[in-house]
């Protein structure tokens, strides 16, 4: 006798196409008021990755990952997130985190080897940039399944990842349990077609990403990450599906990453401009400006006001970092008191030598 085990089909969602155009069977119907808040923080997150550049090359900042063209696979789902759920990002969420109340010059500061801008002082429960791979899933499932044995019922943990990061055990682990224990975590895969110089079909054979969830007995649903409705409708779903106890979630956000790496490489070695160039039509902020002009929510004069607005933001946070890396305020060997909860005597040793070495006193 031979018959189906079981069967499975990978959903995909978009609400809004390139040109803007609304599908209306699958409108989230998001408040007028949201759209607006979303479409300045996309705007804002635009023109922090367009100063963090120019500040990069001019020599005044470290090594960075612009976040380019992906705006809206992760601002549209902190919009969608409260206060109170756990924000744990990887390192391409610059416009998540501001919208978590992280002000840009804690950006400035982490990229330029300040410790300190890991300190989010509005929200305690939005994790520090995690740059150790997959690493954060395993924190987010940890941290909502805690959440939950406290009695803390609505509280989620969303947790952000690459396309790369679903090579490493820590997504299968977190994903794995994750749904054994229907802890209420989102995973959100930003799949921007490169890890590095390595494109996406040399890192999986899968034929999506949001497949990797059936193994798991997760939800999964790929999702075009240019769009904002269609990534806030998901994310609002998954943590419904997550506050009644329903769950881990897996969303695959189809996207591209618009830029390099991070500054440090140079994507034109290894991608040709033929690929790169398209992408570039299905920039999420012109899909977002076009849908909010059919709305009536925008004009010309709004769109010149705002982007004065954020470039005054991003001018007088860029002051701040300058400043307050000159005022001797933050402390270079500040990490090593926080490595670990109690004192440890090797680390007391490499931070007195760091001490000596640096000639702090
Ligand atoms: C555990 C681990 N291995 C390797 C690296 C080096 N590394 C940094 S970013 C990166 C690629 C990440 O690609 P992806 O997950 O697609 O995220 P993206 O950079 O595209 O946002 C690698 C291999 C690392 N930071 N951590
Ligand atoms: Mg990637």
């Known amino acids: ?27 989230p119907r998001m408040p007028d008021d949201k759209a607006l808040e979303l479409y300045k923080w996309m705007v804002y997150a635009r023109e922090a990755d367009d100063r963090m550049l120019k500040l990069q090359r001019q020599g005044r ?41 992280e002000p840009y010059r804690n950006l400035l500061l982490y990229y330029n080897g300040w410790e300190e801008g890991n300190v989010n002082p509005a929200s305690p429960r939005t994790l520090p940039i995690y740059v150790i791979i997959a690493s954060q899933l395993l924190h987010a499932t940890g941290i909502a399944y805690a959440m939950r044995y406290k009695g803390e019922k609505d509280t989620c943990a969303v947790a952000f990842i690459g396309d790369g990061g679903t090579s490493e055990g820590d997504f299968h682990e977190a994903l794995n349990f994750a749904s054994v224990w229907k802890v209420p975590v989102i995973f959100i895969v930003q ?17 999506t990403i949001a497949q990797k969830a059936i193994a798991y007995d997760v939800p999964g649903i790929q999702v075009d990450g240019n769009d904002p409705l269609a990534m806030w409708k998901v994310t609002n779903e998954a943590l419904e599906r997550g506050r009644k106890g329903e ?14 790496h991070t500054t440090a490489d140079d994507d034109t070695k290894y991608r040709p401009k033929e690929e790169v160039e398209p992408w570039w039509k299905r920039d999420p902020l012109i899909r977002f400006k ?26 007088a946070e ?34 007195a030598e760091f001490r000596r070495l640096n000639g702090l006193s």
Not at 10 to 27: I, N, S, T
Not at 292 to 311: F, V
Request: with cysteine.
């Open 1 to 27: 006798m031979q018959k189906e085990a079981a069967t499975f089909s990978v959903p995909y969602l978009q609400v809004l196409d390139e040109h803007g155009a609304l599908d209306r069977k699958f409108d």
């Open 247 to 260: 769950g881990p979630t897996l969303i695959e956000a189809v996207t591209y990453r618009l830029k390099m």
């Open 290 to 315: 076009a849908y909010l002009e059919s709305k009536k929510l925008w004009d010309d004069s709004k769109e010149t006001k705002l982007w004065e607005e954020a470039k005054a933001y991003v001018s």
């Open 191 to 207: 799949n921007n077609q490169w890890a590095i110089s390595v494109p996406l079909k040399k890192q999986t054979a899968s034929r």
């Open 318 to 351: 860029v002051e701040e970092f300058e400043r307050v890396q000159k005022s001797g305020e933050f402390k270079p060997d500040e990490p090593f008191k926080h490595l670990y909860g109690t004192q440890h005597t090797v680390i007391e040793q490499q931070h």
């Open 61 to 101: 900042l470290g090594t960075f990952p612009p976040c380019i063209g992906q705006e809206a696979a992760h601002c549209a789902p902190a919009l969608a997130m409260r206060e109170s759920d756990w924000f744990a990002g990887a390192f391409r969420e610059a416009g998540a985190r501001m919208m978590r109340g």
